[in-house]
């Protein structure tokens, strides 16, 4: 049932790698470790190509495994993008044409955003983490995604460059 509700997920932003997560076996218990590495294999598979440098996972709730992915991968840098909360709300209803089933309650909704919310404080104020998480804000890079794509460039250590911006090269 988990892959199952995963590939529904899934099916939204990533459809793609929804036919390559058979590879998962859940009858077998792995570690956390060891799934980030099967999903790195999905990627690779999906996207025909041998390594990635960079990974990203675009959900919210990514945020509360942050303590566990710093001490698995110590070399790793993460990036927690806040969003206004009417125009997370907005975009779920969005969600109501395609499958009405993902459309969380808002009570729900409102719950995981305080979570989320308390989670970011935590680790902004967590002086262990500082040199290893960068927030942005949603609103932020819509309005000058070249300015916030240059600092998180520097977080990383890597090059800007404009062609980043061009979204027909993704």
Known sequence: RLISELKDRMELASKELVSHLDI????NE???KELFYK???ILETAYK???????????NWVVEFLPLLLEIFPEAKFII?????RGAVASSLGLKKNNPELVPSMY???????KHMAHTIHFMNTSIYSDRIKVIQYESLSSDPGGILSSVCDFL??????????TEKF
Do not use: K, T
Request: contains cysteine; charged residues 25%.
């Open 24 to 27: 998962i076996d859940i009858n």
């Open 30 to 32: 792995i570690s956390y």
């Open 39 to 41: 999903l790195q294999d």
């Open 49 to 59: 190509c041998s390594s990635y440098g960079y990974i990203a996972a675009n959900d």
């Open 81 to 85: 993008m806040i969003r206004d909360p």
């Open 108 to 114: 729900s909704f409102a719950r995981h955003v305080r």
């Open 157 to 166: 250590d890597i090059d800007y460059d404009v062609n980043m911006l061009n």
